[in-house]
T-cell receptor, first 109, second 114 residues
């Protein structure tokens, strides 16, 4: 079945630095979604990418969908303490989303 | 705002018990989903439903069943609970629509099987 791999599993970031988390699928995806889960909270939808090579920005967050629609990345610039949490990518086929294992981000002040 | 409500935040049950987890959404969503979340494994789909009385197996359906008698309610049933079903359970819902709709999650039920 479809597998979505996400790296790294953990990301420890100095406040103010940038980082990137990556998502790779074994199959071509119809779209990819990104979610954020704050500690003790539930996943919250951030964004969806549909087109090959698509790039979308939300303030300091930049999301990219690969040309082959098999990979995606989330880049955060100037990390803040509010960025703490786990970021999940989820690849879509039919009704189902296949979630990656997530990247858990901690921030050093 | 979409509201997905799970009946219990924490639940402790014994091995062999039949366990019911309830989920209700208030946005008239067609699709509803049950996931379990375990450290290092992300969210794994147990079952989903795209209409009343319809259900489809997800990636890890063994040991679970579901019921969708009303559009707003989706129940997850552990027929005979086992310790390896100790986990965080998340319910989600979404519109069916065209294209791909975001999923809205409940706060989760942390289930411990002793």
């Amino acid at each position: 079945g479809q597998q979505v791999m996400q790296i790294p599993q953990y990301q420890h970031v100095q406040e103010g630095e940038d980082f990137t988390t990556y998502c790779n699928s074994s199959t071509t995806l119809s779209n990819i979604q990104w979610y954020k889960q704050r500690p003790g909270g539930h996943p919250v939808f951030l964004i969806q990418l549909v087109k090959s090579g698509e790039v979308k920005k939300q303030k300091r967050l930049t999301f990219q969908f690969g040309e082959a629609k098999k990979n995606s990345s989330l880049h955060i610039t100037a990390t803040q303490t509010t960025d703490v949490g786990t970021y999940f990518c989820a690849g879509r086929n039919d009704y189902k989303l296949s979630f990656g294992a997530g990247t858990t981000v901690t921030v050093r002040a | 705002d979409v509201k997905v409500t799970q009946s219990s935040r924490y639940l402790v049950k014994r091995t062999g018990e039949k366990v019911f987890l309830e989920c209700v959404q208030d946005m008239d969503h067609e699709n509803m989903f049950w996931y379990r979340q375990d450290p290092g494994l992300g969210l794994r789909l147990i079952y989903f439903s795209y209409d009343v009385k319809m259900k489809e197996k997800g990636d890890i359906p063994e040991g679970y069943s579901v019921s969708r008698e009303k559009k707003e309610r989706f129940s997850l049933i552990l027929e005979s609970a086992s310790t390896n079903q100790t986990s965080m359970y998340l319910c989600a819902s979404s519109f069916q629509g065209t294209g791909n709709q975001p999923q809205h999650f409940g706060d989760g039920t942390r289930l411990s099987i002793l």
